[in-house]
């Protein structure tokens, strides 16, 4: 049985505090929730760090990211005080365990309100961590940890990890943060599912021909050798935020908005995945680095020319894959997913493209461009597109016909779109799951991945070179044209 959990958590623990995502989205995010009045009058941030600081120097330092990424039309001086005095700094080794006694005093008047921990460190921290917390007595049934992907480096180690915290958090305390989980537009893909009969009734292989999902970054690896080496765009992005998106676009309606329902839902989708023959698994994935070229009219060096840069390296930045998913909603119907760095816009979308009418009237030279597409745009511009087809005007034109969208934009003047780790802090405050990856859902994407990198593996399948500024490999249009198509750009 799930343990029970409080409505409203009371403290906030970050381990990881001088952190790039602790100073750039964590207490950016906790500044938003002041201004909302979301925090409890009683809610204390407790930071840890490794470094020599105290209360005031610490808040110095956050004042000076709310500062940095807090826009000047938004921030406000009050709410930047009020925020600031909710935190304290305690300096922790996170592996000694004789400096956890401190902590706990901390903690001793506020264990029964619901502390959250927020692991905003390297992964192969959570299992210590996990550990010096428990045995200093930091835990108890309505403790909350929040852990950051990647869950593992495959499907053995995501289960190594989740077996640490498990052995110390009841699966209703875990939050497993996906990012994109908390954005605008993918939370409203449940609405514009469920909640509009004209899109579910066509939301099947009878009415859609395929669908895309592209994550494209403009950024190289930003300083990250070692950890994307290891990793590569497969495990970086697809088998996180690109199949969380799937499983979204593609799961059956739940029977409510429960977070275990939900997540049953997409749990399905992942096992339905088909497995990629191994003959012909070459014409259904390409791989791809960047080789040196530009970014907004700048200049930037190949992979191998980064700093720390390992020569030869066969790691891959961009991945593109034509999936299916093997249930009676979707037989037939191609996923084709891709992602990469150093691509010319930095954009999130999902196009769903839907059949041409059966029987086409209209003069046969405008059928190939007649059909109806909706583009789901999850980043920069949040909102959604459906294009649909019209008459074009005048008395000499005929029946002659034009593409033309129908707009939805999330993004108002001035107005101030909750960033997804400001919703995602919000939800765990609250106790709910539904934001968050359940450890079925975490396994069940590894294996997926686990078995087509195994693939590529044995068949030492080519790294395709592309130039930094252009949408990847030619091999990935290929990939798109052998079935008479073309990505949506």
């Known amino acids: 049985m799930p343990r029970s959990m409080p409505k409203l958590a009371s403290c906030l623990v970050v381990f990881g505090a001088f952190g790039d995502l602790a100073q750039r989205k964590l207490f950016p995010s906790l500044f938003y929730l002041q201004q909302n009045n979301l925090l409890a009058d009683d809610f204390e941030i407790i930071a840890l760090g490794r470094r020599d600081e105290n209360d005031t120097s610490f808040r110095t330092i956050v004042r000076q990211s709310l ?48 502390i959250i921990f927020y692991f905003a460190t390297a992964a ?50 875990i939050f497993r943060i996906d990012h994109y989980l908390g954005k605008e537009t993918v939370q409203n893909l449940l609405a514009l599912r469920f909640a509009n009969s004209l899109f579910e009734s066509q939301w099947n292989y009878k009415h859609i021909s395929h669908v895309e999902i592209t994550v494209a970054e403009t950024v190289g690896i930003e300083g990250r050798w070692d950890y994307f080496d290891r990793a ?64 907004n009219d700048e200049a930037v060096p190949a992979y191998l020319g980064e700093q ?96 033309s969208p129908l707009d939805l934009s999330f993004y108002e003047q001035g107005q101030h779109i909750p960033d997804a780790y400001e919703r995602l802090l919000w939800e765990v405050i609250k106790g709910e799951q539904s934001m968050f990856v359940r450890r079925d859902e975490v396994e069940a994407a590894w294996e997926w991945c686990d078995h087509l990198m195994g693939l590529l593996g044995q068949s030492g399948a080519p790294l395709n070179l592309y130039p930094a500024g252009s949408w990847g490999p030619e091999e990935s249009n290929e990939l798109m044209a052998r079935d008479g198509r073309t990505w949506h750009e």
């Open 67 to 114: 500062q940095a990424y807090i826009p000047a039309h938004i921030h406000c001086p009050t709410v930047e005080s009020q925020i600031l005095n909710r935190i304290s700094f305690t300096k922790l080794n996170f592996l000694e365990s004789s400096e956890y006694p401190q902590l706990q005093a901390s903690l001793a008047n506020k264990i029964d309100g619901g």
């Open 124 to 173: 192969t921290l959570y299992a210590p961590v996990c550990d010096q917390l428990a045995q200093s007595g930091c835990l108890d049934k309505n403790s909350r940890v929040v852990v950051e992907k990647p869950i593992g480096y495959d499907f053995k180690s995501s289960c190594v990890i989740n077996d640490a915290l498990a052995s110390h958090f009841d699966e209703s305390q």
């Open 232 to 295: 590569g765009q497969m495990r970086d992005m697809m088998q996180s935020h690109l199949l969380q998106l799937l499983c979204l676009i593609a799961m059956d309606p739940p029977n409510d908005l429960s977070a275990d329902t939900i997540r049953d839902e997409k749990v399905k989708v992942l096992k339905a995945l088909a497995k990629f023959p191994e003959k012909e698994f070459q014409q259904l994935i390409v791989r791809g680095q960047y080789d040196a070229g530009e970014i």
């Open 308 to 403: 720390g840069a390992v020569e030869n390296s066969q790691t891959g930045t961009f991945v593109s894959v034509k999936a299916e998913i093997n249930n009676w909603r979707w037989e037939g119907v191609p996923f084709y997913l891709r992602t990469g760095k150093r691509l010319p816009e930095k954009i999130t979308q999902i196009v769903i493209h839907f059949k041409p009418t059966a029987h086409f009237i209209f003069n046969a030279d405008q059928k190939n461009s007649s059909s109806n597409k909706l583009t789901i745009r999850i980043q920069p511009d949040e909102g959604i597109s459906l294009q649909i087809m019209s008459k074009k005007s005048g008395l000499k034109k005929g029946m002659r016909l034009k593409q």
